[in-house]
């Protein structure tokens, strides 16, 4: 759990004019900090296990699929690969809207699919009016990036479209956390750190699951 967490966060000067200034900056460190912790933690609600895909992480010069590691300036391809195994014979057939996004060693938070200008018209699965079979490569090549640490990827489903989704999964540009109201479970989580408008409140849906893969950034040694 704790090389999941950012080693530090920015130091923030204190004088006689900047104390309520640092003050907020620590708390919306702390925030981001419950936040990670959070999703890293979050486990799938009991009787919803049958939706048939998994996120996959690959090796973009030879396709293999990566477990655990990877190098400092590897090119990754992210996959969305139907499930062969017995997840079929409960799944009820019925489509899952799919989010996927990262959360890096440094703590930023980032959405990867799908796109902020797409909305919820793409990301279906399966789409009869859209097919994207049993291997759909996420549009986009991504470069393993140093220092090292651990980077956790997230596929999020849903049985509802997340409306404010580019909030919910880009931790960049928070700037207070969204009170209110009292929320509890997933629909706190959706909420927390999202910048506070007048018109954006993300409701939870009823049905959603998660699956997560921890990589691991190492330098790789060469002969």
């Known amino acids: 759990m704790l090389e999941t967490m950012p080693v530090s966060t920015d ?3 204190i004088t006689a004019t900047s104390v309520n200034d640092a003050a907020s900056k620590l708390a919306e460190y702390a925030m981001k900090l419950g936040k990670i912790r959070v999703w890293f933690n979050l486990s799938n609600p009991s009787g919803n296990q049958g939706f048939p895909y998994a996120l996959e992480i690959r090796d973009q010069a030879t396709n293999k699929k990566l477990t655990g ?3 400092v300036g590897q090119r990754i391809t992210l996959h969305i690969v139907k499930d062969k195994t017995d ?3 409960v799944w009820d057939a019925s489509f899952r809207y799919v989010y996927i996004f990262m959360i890096n060693h440094h703590g930023a938070m980032q959405l990867i699919y799908p796109l902020t ?3 919820n018209d793409q990301n279906h699965f399966p789409d009869k009016n859209n097919p994207k079979g049993d291997d759909f490569a996420i549009p986009g090549i991504f470069k393993v990036k140093a220092p090292t640490g651990t980077d956790n990827y997230y596929m999020f489903t849903t049985d509802e479209p997340i409306v404010a989704y580019a909030n919910v999964f880009n931790q960049a540009g928070v700037s207070r956390e969204n009170t209110r ?3 509890s479970g997933i629909d706190a989580l959706l909420n927390m750190g999202n910048v506070a408008t007048r018109d954006i409140s993300v409701s939870a849906p009823n ?3 998660i699956q997560k893969i921890s990589l691991k950034t190492i330098y790789k040694m060469t002969p």
Do not use: D, P, Q
Request: no cysteine; hydrophobic share 20%.
């Open 11 to 13: 130091y923030e000067k």
């Open 69 to 71: 590691e990877a190098a």
């Open 87 to 89: 997840k079929n014979n």
């Open 117 to 119: 200008r797409e909305g």
């Open 181 to 183: 109201g009292k929320r």
């Open 207 to 209: 049905n959603w699951a």
